[in-house]
């Protein structure tokens, strides 16, 4: 008996070594004995069933003390999120009726929202008034228990719909600088330092009343709106990465990743890199269009510069989809999703030597067919053979939530992580992001100041 105790024991502590794992100082251990606390009362009233029931739920935990906590915790940087989903669909609704000059056109029925009135639009406010117009404009822009059901591909067709509804209105300059104003302030709320947001930023088609603008100027009027968020809050910065679409033709992707890499030259700390976005398992085999972006890149080397690389991949169920060897090739900075990783065992040893980090979007892989039970996400596999996995929202907006602090509620729950791994994956967030040292700067005030909270939380 004392012999079958004893090897256990051995086992436990070997295995405890390959963890992740963090030393909590005194106060961490205080805090972490509160957090422990807050999960237990959380489960007190939630069972894991019902979280598995998304839709269910969404709203409710939210009057819960663990999201409360877990809200005002400090989170590094949000390394994975669209820049047209930021918002909780309701509240951009609320934002675009305070904007008088939204237009609304229907198009085989489907809502299509515009920053300008064109022929055959309606003014926002006149759609509304009918009755029913609301719910369906909602419905356009948020996802539902009916639209997350099915195989993957089929929950993408209406993954893709929901993004189209507001597409338009980005190319509008009035409009996108007082969407993001917006939508960073609901992000510093969520107590997020940095905020690395990939976005579809075409050669053509933006707008600042009615004169149209080059590629660099619209750039431009995106580093204004942030730059101006920033003069007033100096403890939060973002940058972008610059996604096109995998179904493009071969031509339009050369363009798009050259674009981006002379944007990235002309401002580095702002235009972060380049990315390709789209259901992962509808490969363009034809185009083989990463091969493009690798001649794209490797001029790039021959001249010097460095064209960085923020590859969603791995967002599979299957083990063949191919993109995750291109993410490798070319050299990919950081894994969007990187769910399938853990079928790879040769890649996944790169992406722990090289420190590469998997963005694991654990609500939009729920929600999206991939990973139906978070209790089984290859995350908490990264996590504890000590690969760097960071916590990122995909798109809150289409799933009916703002920021991040969700996906954290669910993982805390469902993983069963205690409060030294929730802080290695935030520490992972700000190493794996492109300004690491001032974020860490930033943040690591931020969080003694959250354990010496929660150490002295009231229960
Ligand atoms: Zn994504």
């Known amino acids: 008996m004392e012999e079958f105790f004893q090897h256990k024991q051995i ?39 019902e979280m598995l029931d998304y839709w269910d739920v969404k709203d409710s935990v939210i009057h819960t003390k663990l999201f409360e906590v877990l809200k005002k915790m400090p989170k590094g940087a949000l390394l994975h999120i669209h820049s047209s989903t930021m918002m909780h669909s309701q509240e951009f609704i609320d934002f675009l009726k305070s904007d008088s000059q939204i237009y609304v056109q229907l198009i085989d029925e489907k809502i299509i929202l515009l920053p ?59 409009f996108r600088e007082n969407y993001f104003n917006l939508a960073y302030s609901q992000l510093y709320e969520d107590n997020i330092q940095r905020v690395e947001i990939r976005t579809n930023f075409g050669r053509t088609g933006y707008i600042d009343n009615g004169r ?14 942030t730059d101006r968020f920033r003069s007033i809050h100096n403890d939060f910065s973002s940058g972008f990465i610059i996604a096109c679409h995998k179904l493009l033709s ?76 291109d993410a490798f090739v070319l050299e990919s900075k950081r894994i969007g999703h990187g769910i399938s990783l853990i079928k790879h065992p040769v890649l996944m040893q790169i992406a722990k030597t090289k420190k590469i ?48 602090t969700h996906d954290w509620l669910w993982i805390c729950i469902l993983w069963g992580i205690d409060l030294m791994q929730v802080k290695r994956l935030v520490k992972n967030s700000i190493d794996g992001c492109t300004e690491p040292d001032e974020t860490r700067r930033i943040w690591e005030p931020k969080w003694a100041e959250f354990v010496n909270y929660l150490a002295n939380l009231e229960i």
């Open 250 to 325: 071969r031509q339009k992707v050369i363009e798009a990743a050259e674009d981006a890499l002379r944007l990235h030259l002309l401002y580095p700390d702002f235009i972060l890199g380049f990315d390709i976005v789209g259901e992962e398992e509808q490969y363009n085999e034809t185009e083989e269009i990463y091969e493009c972006v690798y001649q794209v890149k490797s001029k790039a080397k021959e001249n010097g510069q460095d064209f960085p690389m923020f590859f969603h991949a791995g967002e599979v169920v299957s083990k063949h989809a191919p993109t995750i060897y």
């Open 357 to 404: 980090t998997i963005e694991c979007c654990p609500i939009s892989n729920m929600l999206l067919g991939y990973v139906r039970d978070l209790r089984v996400h290859a995350g908490l596999a990264y996590l504890n053979q000590g690969l760097s996995v960071a916590i990122g929202s995909d798109a809150p907006g289409l799933f009916g939530y703002r920021g991040v």
């Open 11 to 49: 086992l436990l502590e070997n295995d405890q070594k390959d963890f992740n794992f963090l030393s909590p100082t005194d106060i961490e251990l205080q805090a972490s004995q509160k957090f422990n606390w807050l999960k237990n009362d959380f489960l007190a009233n939630f069972t894991i069933e």
């Open 116 to 174: 300008n009135f064109i022929e055959n639009s309606v003014p926002l406010s006149e759609f509304l008034k009918i009755d029913g117009n609301e719910k369906a404009l909602l419905d356009s822009l948020e996802m539902t228990r009916g639209t997350s059901m099915g195989l993957p591909s089929e929950r993408w067709i209406k993954f893709g719909q929901l993004f189209s509804t507001s597409a338009k209105l980005f190319s509008e300059k009035r």
């Open 212 to 225: 149209i603008l080059t590629i660099d100027e619209a750039a431009e009027s995106f580093k204004t709106a």
